[in-house]
């Protein structure tokens, strides 16, 4: 009995070796990276020694580069080099970037990662149009208690017009504008809107979402994978429509109503959008699926099923028939769910291309097809100049009822309330003059808008307090 114990011991020991894997997928470089070059990890693991041969990244079919490692259990602090100090990974800017840190629980998991810059190499020359901002380097998200740069692209007449527009939400900001910040290249959403605006399009508000580097896995995904983890993809959206949205529609000239709201994204951010439109079809009513990760959970399909069709959406899907050997399935399989619960063929569009490859290339050329097959007769409010009226909405904040001084000249003004989930609450066709009352609502923030002739005349946040 004695000398057994030592071998059980060893065997436990063998299987903790064996099993505690932590697989790290790199899925994205920097456009300045030589296509021969070496993708090293280092970190509390190996001593930190930049050019280990052991630690090298192995490329993959699809373009990415993997390793599987096994740490201890315990905080591992981590990061990519091309094999020395002087070639160490970078922040966006191609500044010096914080080690990366996991704590490590021992049991396998796997994290898709992306390296924005090389220390110190960054061209730092944006591409990003003039009509590009970023709204916030650390936006708040308190549904996960982490912050993140936001975008914003505004269509070339926003300054000028009085207009109110349609709004799509992307994921990946990084790789939507900008090719300094991008995963090797960019989507090209702004040359390719500006183009199209050019050609008579009205325009599209688009308001891009980076991914959170490290937790992008864990925000994508709605359900846990017994190999990759992840989980989190509820609290993202909930960030998206109790957070983010609410903060452009009170902002910005927006059209909140879910006939002018859409998402889009690819990869994991294809799964977390279709999760979205399916999810929350009170909020969006279009969305783009590229190249999406189905593959990570046959619950997507069983949602799908679940939920079905509550309201009138369209949903745009494609994919590279090489991308994966299971793409073009999982997309007819998804397509197939769609239908069976209540979803019109004109409705749904899929398309699946030879050609196409799981990479920024392909999903640039591809999207300005999705986003005018998505918005087709979806307009802003008014092409014109508007006037500036005296409009007072009192009281606010407010108890029972609101008022409204509105210049007689105006003749027909229609009244909307969202609340900040941008669901319309309250609406009515003409004011003529009299209140509105409040009491059934319940405290908290609201958005009032004031059309005429469907022209925005006003949009201000009140609060219902009692």
Known sequence: MKKRIPLLIAGLLLQVLVF?????KVTSLPQNTPSDADIYVTGTFNNWTPDNPDFILQKQEDGSRQIIIS?????????????????????????????????????????ELSILSWEGQSTGNSTAAENVQVLSEDFAIPQLDRQRRIWIYLPPDYESSGKSYPVLYMQDGQNLFDASTSFGQEWQ???????????????????????????????????????????EGEAYVNFLVETLKP??????????????????????????????????????????????SFWFTDEVYRFVEELGKQDDVRIYMIGGVTESSS?????????????????????????????GQHSEW?????????????????????????????????????????RFD??????????????????????HQQLNGQPIYLKQLPTGSYLVKLYSQQQLLESQQIIIAR
């Open 20 to 24: 505690a894997q932590l697989t790290l």
């Open 71 to 111: 740490p201890a259990p315990g905080l591992v602090k981590f990061k990519f080099t091309r094999g020395g100090w002087d070639s160490v990974e970078g922040n966006a800017a191609g500044g010096f970037l914080p080690d990366r840190q996991l704590q490590y629980d021992g049991t396998a998991q796997s994290l």
């Open 189 to 231: 959403v702004d040359e390719s809107l500006n183009q199209l605006f050019e050609q008579g399009d009205q325009g599209v508000i688009v308001v891009g979402i980076d991914n959170g580097g490290g937790d992008r896995l864990n925000e994508y995904t709605p359900w846990s994978n017994p190999t990759y983890g992840g989980g």
């Open 247 to 292: 903060h452009i529609d009170s902002n910005y000239r927006t059209r909140p109503e879910r006939e002018y709201t859409g998402i889009m994204g690819s990869s994991l951010g294809g799964l977390i959008s279709m999760y979205a439109v399916i999810n929350r079809q009170d909020i969006f009513s279009k969305a783009g699926i590229f190249s999406p």
């Open 327 to 355: 793409m073009v399935n999982d997309l007819n399989r998804m397509y197939n769910s769609l239908r069976t619960v209540g979803f019109q063929t004109e409705e749904l569009q899929l398309l699946t291309h030879q050609d």
């Open 362 to 402: 392909y999903w640039a050329r591809e999207f300005p097809a999705a986003y005018e097959w998505l918005f087709a007769n979806t307009l802003p409010t008014s092409t014109e100049e508007p006037e500036h009226y005296q409009i007072k909405i009192s009281p606010n904040p407010a108890d029972s009822m609101l």
């Open 406 to 427: 509105i210049p007689a000249s105006l003749g027909e003004v229609a009244f909307e309330l969202f609340d900040m989930q941008g669901k319309i609450v309250l609406k």
